[in-house]
């Protein structure tokens, strides 16, 4: 995913107080706890290799990751 220049914000659950209870909504959210999870605006994506839309690597493949982070204004 290098070189594509997206903006993007990380969340370090482990990092901060309340984390353990973001995971646990997280895993309320998407059906799952592990990560990355990742959205690309209000799209669950999914990690870099699975999830609802295949993760980030299978999107990028496909050729729709682009367009993802473009309508979400991220590139």
Known sequence: MDGKGA???????DEIADGP???AELG??????SVP??????TFVGGCNDG?????NSL??????????????AL
């Open 7 to 13: 903006s993007y914000f990380v969340l370090e659950l």
């Open 21 to 23: 209870a973001l995971r």
């Open 37 to 42: 999870a990742i959205w690309i605006g209000e």
């Open 28 to 33: 309320q959210l998407t059906g799952r706890t």
């Open 52 to 56: 609802p839309l295949g993760g980030v």
């Open 60 to 73: 990028a493949a496909a050729g729709t990751l682009d367009a993802m982070l473009a309508d979400a204004g």
